[in-house]
């Protein structure tokens, strides 16, 4: 009998191996066994099922590197070692074929496989095939999902899917997602896994007013809806797990764990059979009181766990069988048997509960009145923004792999940065709630893959300019460290090329920024002509960042042309030492809002004197004194409290309060003049004039001046920028940096907690203005600059481009003094007039936009002791607030904690310092020092303002979005042996693609099998009328011919037609959308039924609002 098993079973083996190893699409189960949903315990819907569900939670990198986890290695940090986990899971599967297990970590579970013998892969194999190991989740880690991109947690999920795919076959296929620790849960994630095929979602995570609430109610399982313009194909069955991921008190058998055994011998004086199975049975009843149908998940693990295996498998085997005799001796209806997530969950589908709904996110998360866990959106910046660069070069290598027509072999190291980048998504990784020496070491793994993955772009350039493969290359291609403004070659070099490619599917005009010594420099395009650049100094702050090694002394900024998926070269010669100063140092001046707070106080007179023209109730107030040291202990609740001078009755508006008293101010001192417009604002119309005159602060000051170009005019004074002057509406505005001080305490109970790593916990309800000093003021025909800085170590150069729409910040911060020895977190606030009603937008993973309200969270009554930390939302992109008229977006070049706590404010946190663990596992405060030093971090943010009802203007913000996420990336090589008319002769200008239509973008290109690539096309537009979009594939590359597609679910491991979409019944119907009904309940229409599916001819495709579509396509290479 066994043998006859055994051989049909090694030739399905051989079977799977071969289609395996042969193909990475979606295989068709060539399996007679039973797996997946057919290999569950039926269930008797009459008795309480208790799922028991063995399983592991193996952090791909925390305390511990994920090679010292993997191996075991230092294990005075934490006792792990995720070898001898699947070894000895595997060893107690195979004793017994009713105990399962559940691996989810794909990272981890391949670099077991591929040192695993013939034997244990065979009965790795038996096992998936007969579902007693099942795959849950199935990515390449556990990802985050506050901080990561939608665009990266697809990757992962397609490397982890196509890995177990490639191996094991359909048997394999994840059905649940298993996202049991992520601090928080994002609903583009809900929406990205049903797109995947997903039946199913399982969170341990979920904030605790919130599971008290739905513990009460029984709404711990619910139908969520990942998207509103996808409707009903984003739903997913969602259930929260009772006890995170943890096994019921007293019931943890790990060989970490000192809960008792099952002692089953009578005869023993330890016998606890009667009281364990006793007290097993209540914890089950109370449990099920809160869950819908006779079914109950019981996860049976915990970090690390099972190690030794077999202590958890012997004391649960007894546990399910005397509580099983027990059941049935006493008549208790209640049954325990081994299970699995997908199992429970096919469970509960078969008894066809009503589900409530979910239509807005689980953000942000709080474990406890005083822990919120908000800090990690922005906790290591840097770490952060090295992910987001890391997706660009991957999105790049993959790009050009294809375009290139380059070697198979490259796939090594293209398999090397998509495991890097998956190994960055996980929940400890992009988080930066990891350990030190774990954050460099992921630093470490993702910059080897990147610098080895390198040689893609290389080759392709070089193949490109040289039309040929095999000429030696000319160029080096070096990256540089433009982030600190600093790279060697350029810096070197007195002739240089600078090489551009843009991974997007459309034209984009990029500023570019090449560090370099003093000098005058010439910048020439492909085609040979002299092009518009300008030198600029580089700003001492970043000179000063300890990490720099630098001698640039300059900034050569030109704009590029970029071309669709294009390569750009450009040819520059240094043609002068000396270079022609653009930079004009204003006079020094302090301008931030307690200076002006200060002037208010010395003009106090007229204050009073300006009963005329001033409503009686702006003087009624105290004005307050408004010193701020930061080294002063002071009270800044009281201090410099700005709603002290608000009139909470009649909205008075601190703005214009600081409107009036300038004015008169000024008249006072005798230095204001009449409005005179069109002197003023020579470029304007009549129409634009007139909108003007309405405007609260069109006074032109002496010391006034503004930063302008085609699009837009930045006012600026003495306080810094105060408005944003477009042609037909202007926003008061300023730009102005704060921050927080962080709790500190011994953290032995909740009001004693520090402000760490996850969380964040100010001790003020108003952070601490910086004090601004201009250091400068840059004017050229590219660039043109406001610098400032403050003497806590932050400097911001607030900057516009020549033909471009959007207005920059960007920000050196850091070091973060800690000499008070308090900890710090450092925010920017943008404040505007903007009437949004304490209303404001984050987008979710960097796609859709979901409302969020200041006092509220939609689906429960909020009780909040933590009003700051408490309204921090995870921003990975893009930010705003909006009125009838205006729309003012903040685009991040990584993610960042961000709200708006006042009125027509945008805070977003860049940086953190901190001097105290907040004791929630990671064990060290967050203090990031780099050379001897606090670390820098520099970043930018892109502000926009548009108009939300211009169409045309909403979806150039989306693509200045999807710019944001995938910059041109920039390479440069030093050309001394390659003169300008011999470059000339190189092909300097290489487009990968077509234009695409507006709303349109190509999130995926890359290789699949030998002849065959994958390719992702996504409509980022919102659902109206015309939003369903049509292209032509077969049109779309220009030397890359699509010959046949075919469509895959959203990670490419099943056929879209294999995938049944499982329907649940549900307590109310879903609404339109969410964010239009969030504060209208019932003004808004329920959803209607889909229009259905988008029509296609053959490679003429339409894609629907939101929609993205994936396709595995064979192809073929010809002549551009
Ligand atoms: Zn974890």
Redesign the pocket.
């Known amino acids: 009998m066994m043998s006859i098993i055994k051989r049909s079973m090694s030739i399905t083996l051989l079977i799977l191996c071969v289609v395996g190893l042969s193909s990475s699409v979606p295989l068709n189960d060539v399996s007679s066994q039973k797996c997946g949903y057919e290999s569950c315990t039926k269930v008797n819907q009459d008795e309480l099922n208790v799922h028991i569900v063995p399983h592991t ?1 193996d ?1 791909v990198g ?1 305390l511990k590197t994920v090679d010292q986890y993997y191996y075991g290695s230092r294990n005075n940090i934490q006792k792990a070692g995720v070898q001898y986990i699947l070894d000895s899971v595997i060893k107690e599967l195979w004793q017994d074929p009713k105990r399962r297990f559940i691996y989810v970590e794909t990272a981890f579970f391949w670099m077991w496989w591929i040192r695993q013998s013939d034997d244990v892969r065979h009965k790795v194999h038996t096992l998936v095939r007969q579902g007693r190991l099942q795959f849950v989740g199935g990515a390449w880690s ?1 990802n985050d999902e506050a901080a990561s991109h939608y665009q990266s947690t697809i990757d992962q999920f397609t490397w982890g899917l196509k890995k177990l795919n490639e191996t094991f076959g359909p048997c394999a296929i994840p059905r649940v997602g298993w996202q ?3 601090f928080g849960h994002s609903r583009e994630f809900a929406s990205l896994l049903a797109a995947m095929g997903y039946d199913g979602l399982f969170l341990g995570r979920i904030d605790y007013q919130d599971k008290r609430a739905r513990l009460k109610q029984k709404r711990m399982e619910m139908l969520w809806r990942g998207d509103d313009d996808l409707g009903k194909s984003s739903d997913i069955f969602t259930g929260a797990l009772y006890n995170t991921y943890s096994p019921p008190p007293g019931f943890c058998f790990d060989v970490l764990c000192d809960d008792e055994p099952i002692i089953d011998d009578p005869n023993s004086p330890m016998f606890n059979v009667e009281t364990r199975v006793a007290s097993f049975i209540e914890i089950c009843r109370n449990m099920s009181k809160s869950y819908e149908t006779n079914n109950i998940l019981v996860t049976m693990g915990e ?1 690390f766990q099972y190690q030794d295996a077999a202590m958890w498998f012997i004391n649960l085997d007894k546990l399910i069988q005397y509580t099983n005799i027990k059941s049935a001796r006493d008549g208790l209806k209640i049954k325990l048997f081994y299970s699995t997530p997908d199992c429970y969950l096919k469970a509960v589908k078969d008894s066809n509960p009503t589900l409530p709904t979910k239509q807005d996110d689980f953000f942000p998360y709080a474990s406890d009145p005083t822990a919120y866990w908000t800090g990690y959106f922005t906790s290591r910046p840097t770490t952060k923004f090295f992910e987001r660069q890391g997706n660009d070069y991957l999105q790049m290598v993959k790009h050009l792999q294809v375009l290139g027509g380059l070697e198979e072999h490259n796939s090594f190291v293209l398999n090397e940065l998509k495991s890097a980048m998956g190994v960055m998504q996980h ?2 990784a992009i988080t930066g709630t990891e350990k030190q020496h774990v954050a460099h070491d992921y630093e470490r793994l993702l910059d080897a893959a990147v610098e080895d993955a390198l040689i893609v772009a290389r080759q392709a350039f070089n193949k490109i300019a040289q039309r040929d493969a095999l000429k030696q290359p000319l160029f080096s291609y070096d990256r540089c460290r433009f982030n600190e403004s600093s790279c060697p070659t350029s810096e070197n070099s007195r002739q240089f090329v600078v090489t551009i490619y843009n991974p997007v599917g459309w034209m984009v005009m990029e500023p570019i920024h090449v560090p370099v010594l003093d000098g005058t420099y010439e910048v020439y395009a492909p085609n040979g002509e002299k092009i518009t650049s300008q030198l600029v100094d580089i700003p001492e702050p970043v000179k000063k960042i300890p990490t720099r090694k630098s001698k640039a002394s300059h900034e050569l900024v030109f704009i590029a042309k970029l071309h669709p998926l294009g390569v750009k070269s450009f040819y520059i010669k240094k043609t002068s030492k000396i270079s022609k100063r653009d930079v004009v140092n204003t006079n020094e001046y302090y301008g931030n809002i307690n200076d002006y707070w200060k002037n208010l106080h010395d003009n106090f007179v007229e204050i009073h004197n300006l009963d005329d023209t001033v409503d009686h109730k702006f003087k009624r107030e105290q004005i307050p004194l408004p010193i701020m040291k930061v080294d002063a202990k002071v009270n800044i609740e009281k201090d410099i409290n700005a709603d002290i001078l608000k009139d909470k009755d009649d909205n008075v508006d601190v703005e214009e309060l600081e409107r009036i008293i300038k004015e008169t101010k000024l008249e006072t001192i005798g230095k204001a003049r009449s409005l005179d417009k069109k002197l003023n604002y020579p470029n304007l119309n009549e129409e634009e004039l007139r909108m003007l005159a309405d405007e609260a602060l069109v006074v032109e000051r002496a010391d006034e001046d503004y930063l302008e170009n085609e699009y837009m005019k930045i006012r600026m004074d003495n306080t810094g920028v105060t408005h944003m002057i477009l042609p037909d509406r202007t926003t008061n505005l300023k730009v102005q940096l704060h921050y927080w001080t962080g709790c500190y305490g011994n953290n032995t109970n909740t009001h004693e907690r520090s402000s760490g790593a996850y969380i964040f916990r100010p001790q003020t309800t108003v952070p601490y203005a910086m004090t601004y000093r201009n250091s400068g003021t840059v004017k050229g025909p590219i660039v043109q600059e406001y610098r400032a800085e403050t003497k806590e170590n932050a400097a911001s150069v607030l900057r516009i481009y020549s033909g471009l729409n959007y207005f920059v910040h960007d920000f050196v911060v850091g070091p973060i003094p800690i000499e008070d020895k308090v900890g710090k977190e450092y925010v920017v606030r943008y404040d505007t007039n903007v009437v949004n009603n304490g209303e404001f937008y984050t987008d979710s993973n960097g796609r859709q936009m979901l409302k969020r309200k200041l006092n509220e969270r939609p689906q429960w009554n909020l009780t909040l002791e933590e009003p700051i930390a408490g309204y921090y939302y995870p921003v990975t992109n893009k930010i705003s607030i909006q009125d009838e008229q205006t729309r003012i977006s903040i685009l991040t070049d990584r993610s960042e904690g961000g709200s708006s706590l006042e009125e027509g404010n945008i805070e977003l946190m860049l940086h953190r310092r901190l001097l105290h663990d907040d004791a929630f596992g990671v064990g060290e405060a967050l203090d990031e020092v780099a050379e001897g030093k606090g670390l820098v971090m520099r970043g930018h943010h892109k502000l926009l303002n548009i108009n939300p009802k211009n169409a045309v203007e909403v979806i150039a913000e989306r693509k200045l979005v999807i710019q944001t996420h995938l910059q041109p990336i920039v390479f440069v090589s030093n050309s001394d042996n390659v003169d300008f008319d011999t470059w000339m002769k190189l092909d300097n200008c290489f487009k990968g693609m077509k234009e695409l239509p507006n709303g349109l973008h190509l999130l995926t290109l890359e290789p699949w099998t030998k002849d065959s690539l994958l390719l992702r096309i996504e409509n980022y537009v919102d659902k109206s009328n015309d939003s369903t979009i049509e292209i032509d594939l077969s049109e779309v590359f220009n030397n890359v011919k699509i010959i046949s597609i075919k469509e895959t679910t959203l990670a490419a491991n099943r056929w879209v037609d294999d995938v049944e979409k499982w329907t649940w019944k549900v307590e109310n119907e879903f609404s339109e959308s969410f964010n239009l009904e969030y504060n209208n309940f019932n003004s808004v229409p329920r959803a209607r039924a889909d229009a259905g599916e988008a029509t296609d001819d053959r490679l003429k495709i339409q894609i629907k609002a939101k929609q993205i579509r994936t396709f595995i396509a064979k192809y073929e290479m010809v002549a551009s």
């Open positions: 939670h952090d925390w556990m049991i620790d992520p970090d929940h400890d």
